[in-house]
């Protein structure tokens, strides 16, 4: 069984400190590194607009500096990642007044794109129009109402609001059966959340579990001579063998740990699989900011099955930004 080497962890480990912007190199250290999550909130300040969304490009793919949903819901993904659970913290109830005052906002939901998109580089799925939100169905929604069931006051309109939107997705899933990919990511997202918040019996979600694990194994490409090209690998759904999703596909996981360690490039990390091509300039810096996300998503992943030599990361302490 393959392994990272201590060696291939400290090449790694400088291409990060040479490329990284601020917010993922904080991030790296704080999972590799013994950092704090003080520093990832800092950095993560950066993007944070008066209203209290996100935006100047948190999604390295949409350079717009405006808040939008979708990339709020990048920020509401980091604060989960760094063991943000406060319902007080600054941070998290900044998000909630952006979610109850925002103009971006349906009976459907929070759309995938808003028109200023469109006034900035971006990749083409950015693209703001109507029929992109509707095809993208909750895939910005799910994640949102999901974080709002878990920290909004119960007796608030949001809350509210969140909970007619949680019964619209179960009534969809029903009605549909089929999920777009990334909604269907969305979707295991609002799970994990509802069930944080107790929510169990209004969403059912042993029938919501049993039916996204059906659709997550039909989703998966299990065709590693397709992965190089934009895919939805196992690893879109499954993080670790804690994963609702990883009975059944134990097998294609270990294939994609092995694709993993033999697909770093020359420079120790790895190219992402997609491109944009109307802003070339843009892309090429947006590829760098993209490499060091998937070096933390891919270093994590190692860790996470044994992939890793015991000792790569026992010498490391973050060095001051």
């Not at 069984?1 to 990060?16: A, H």
């Not at 895919?231 to 990883?246: G, L, N, Q, T, V």
Request: hydrophobic share 40%.
């Amino acid at each position: 069984m393959g392994k990272l080497s201590i060696e291939d962890v400290q090449e790694i480990r400088w291409w990060m400190y040479r490329n990284a912007r601020p917010l993922d190199l904080a991030r790296w250290q704080y999972h590799f590194e013994n950092g704090g999550a003080e520093q990832v909130l800092q950095a993560l300040e950066a993007y944070r607009n008066r209203d209290n969304g996100y935006g100047h490009a948190l999604d390295a793919d949409n350079w717009n500096p405006n808040s939008s949903p979708y990339t709020t819901g990048i920020a509401v993904a980091i604060l989960h990642e760094i063991g943000i659970t406060d319902a007080q913290h600054p941070q998290i109830t900044g998000i909630l007044a952006y979610l109850e005052h925002s103009e971006a906002f349906s009976e459907q939901g929070w759309p995938f794109t808003v028109a200023s998109n469109s006034d900035f580089p971006h990749a083409p799925w950015y693209t703001y129009s109507e029929q992109n939100n509707i095809d993208n169905g909750f895939h910005a929604t799910a994640s949102l109402a999901g974080f709002i069931l878990k920290f909004a006051d119960p007796s608030s309109g949001l809350y509210t609001k969140a909970l007619a939107l949680g019964d619209k997705m179960m009534d969809k899933l029903r009605k549909s059966g089929q999920l777009e990919s990334h909604e269907l990511g969305g979707y295991a997202t609002f799970l994990r959340d509802v069930e944080l918040a107790a929510l169990n019996g209004r969403y059912n979600c042993d029938v919501l579990a049993a039916k996204l694990q059906e659709l997550v194994n039909d989703a998966i490409e299990r065709d590693p001579a397709k992965w190089p090209v934009y895919s939805m690998r196992p690893s879109m759904y499954i993080s670790s063998a804690a994963s609702i999703f990883y009975k059944g596909n134990e097998e294609i996981v270990d294939k994609e740990l092995d694709y993993i360690l033999h697909s770093r490039t020359g420079a120790g990390v790895w190219d992402i699989m997609w491109q944009w091509a109307d802003y070339p300039n843009a892309f090429a810096v947006a590829e760098n900011w993209w490499k060091a996300n998937w070096a933390i998503h891919n270093v994590l992943l190692l860790r996470e099955f044994g992939r890793i030599e015991e000792s790569a990361f026992s010498r490391y302490e973050p060095v001051p930004l």
